[in-house]
């Protein structure tokens, strides 16, 4: 099982991005999916997250600002981010909890994508 994120990039202040995180393998069926991320120096932190019912949960920071999706046919999670700030800028990973063909449920990462907020 692999996740891939993709989207990240450079925007300046109050900018839009969206961020994509793929997972693919041998998949059974995915629980709960998220976005968290890392800002230097800091400890990672939860950003949202989404059950593969549709319930979402939002950090305070980012509540009325980010958007968490999914696409389940696609095994797919989203994060739309709007109004960024600087104080977004980070590592963004994507995490899933997978149960796989040969893996009881497992939670997976991705490797991470960076979006820094800088004019």
């Known amino acids: 099982v692999q996740l891939v994120e993709s989207g990240g990039g450079l925007v300046q202040p109050g900018g839009s991005l969206r961020l994509s995180c793929v997972a693919s393998?041998?998949?059974?069926?995915?629980?709960?999916m998220g976005w968290y991320r890392q800002a230097p120096g800091k400890q990672r932190e939860l950003v949202a997250t989404?059950?593969?019912?549709?319930?979402?949960n939002y950090a305070d920071s980012v509540k009325g600002r980010f958007t968490i999706s999914r696409e389940n046919a696609k095994n797919t999670v989203y994060l739309q981010m709007n109004s960024l700030k600087p104080e977004d800028t980070a590592v963004y990973y994507c995490?899933?909890?997978?149960?796989?063909?040969?893996?009881?449920?497992?939670?997976?990462w991705g490797q991470g994508t960076q979006v820094t907020v800088s004019s």
């Open positions: 995490k899933a909890n997978i149960q796989s063909f040969s893996v009881n449920r497992y939670d997976y």
């Open positions: 393998g041998r998949i059974l069926s995915i629980n709960a």
């Open positions: 989404i059950t593969s019912g549709g319930t979402t």
